[in-house]
């Protein structure tokens, strides 16, 4: 396994993050195919067997679920100081914001949660899940700020932004002194690569570590034609994202796959190869053994640049789609795919 440090932090990551969404007990939460606590044990002791040092979940993922399966399994197959942990939250809910709870008193408890469940004193990175329109900036990041300062959280990320919310935050917390966000975790891989136009030299120009998700598409990007999963049949929010494009981004599937066959490696292999030139860790989920061991091979195998050009060459651009396409302060009161279930906060 190869680390990078993560962004303007101290933080010595591993070039693989494994995504826990697929973690987490199916019966509560968004997903039907999510694993037990058994499996889901299997699949994080083998990461860190491979050399896997981070992690990443969500308050949301499946009703707390995820971080609890993460926290136990951990406990009991690494040493606390030795793995970089990462979780996120969500913004503040109607029913919060018309009880007059202030966005600073919102993400104390949403830390203190995912704590409980992570059965841990501090995360070592801790994400703003989606821009929250309806919650001044100022109480995000000083909320952020208090998180540090109490020692919750050691560093603060963002996900699912644009560049000029990005900018604005941390030129906010610049001006006030508060902690800045050192990652970003948007949507990026072959078949979604709008994140190049602002977000990817915005992040080289402030040394911002980009930990992009879905860095496999939702499988896409790993089977060949005709290949199927669990997932891939049950996994309506993907389908959402990846449909509508199917039929150009299957051109792009193809060279992956011919690309594979050439050089006698994994789809995955390929795929993630040619996203690791470009961002700091992809968050790669796993609900297969043999998932985390091709991302693990991955992070040693080189493309050429005509290689990755081959692969680049078919793209057309896509429309925004999932959180991102919710982006709007018009959108922000439509419901959203994630929230905290049944969890008592």
């Not at 640049?305 to 439509?334: D, F, I, R, W």
Request: hydrophobic share 40%; with cysteine.
């Amino acid at each position: 396994m190869k680390y990078a440090k993560l962004g303007n932090s101290q933080l010595k990551v591993s070039r693989i993050c494994m995504g826990c969404m697929g973690f987490g007990d199916a019966q509560h939460g968004q997903h039907s195919w999510t694993l037990d606590e058994g499996h889901s044990r299997e699949i994080i002791k083998r990461g860190i067997e491979l050399g896997v040092n981070f992690f990443d979940t969500a308050i949301a993922y499946q009703s707390g679920t995820s971080e609890q399966y993460l926290g136990r399994a951990l406990k009991d197959f690494a040493r606390r100081e030795d793995v970089v942990v990462a979780t996120k939250f969500l913004p503040r809910t109607p029913e919060e914001i018309a009880s007059g709870v202030s966005g600073q008193e919102h993400i104390q408890k949403m830390i203190d949660k995912s704590l409980q469940n992570l059965g841990m004193d501090y995360v070592d990175l801790y994400i703003y899940h989606m821009w929250d329109h309806a919650t001044p900036l100022y109480d995000i990041m000083e909320g952020l700020n208090d998180v540090v300062k109490a020692g919750k959280a050691r560093y603060i990320g963002i996900s699912n932004c644009f560049a000029w919310q990005l900018c604005k935050a941390n030129a906010l917390a610049e001006k006030e002194g508060f902690a800045k966000f050192v990652s970003i975790q948007g949507h990026y891989n072959l078949l979604f690569r709008e994140e190049e136009r602002e977000m990817a030299p915005f992040c080289r120009e402030e040394n911002i570590a980009m930990t992009p998700y879905s860095a496999l598409a939702g499988g896409r990007l790993s089977k060949h034609p005709g290949e199927t999963s669990k997932r891939l049949e049950e996994d309506s929010y993907a389908k959402l994202k990846y449909d509508a494009t199917a039929q150009q981004d299957g051109l792009i599937i193809a060279r992956v796959a011919e690309l594979a066959e050439k050089r006698g490696v994994s789809m995955t292999e390929i795929s993630l190869a040619w996203l690791l030139q470009k961002v700091t860790a992809p968050v790669v989920g796993a609900t297969k053994l043999h998932h985390i061991e091709g991302a693990a091979k991955a992070a040693e195998l080189e493309l050429t640049p005509e290689e990755a050009a081959y692969l680049e060459e078919p793209y057309l651009p896509h429309k925004l789609v999932g959180v991102m396409a919710q982006n709007t302060a018009a959108s922000a009161g439509e419901k959203h795919v994630w929230s905290t279930g049944d969890q008592k906060i």
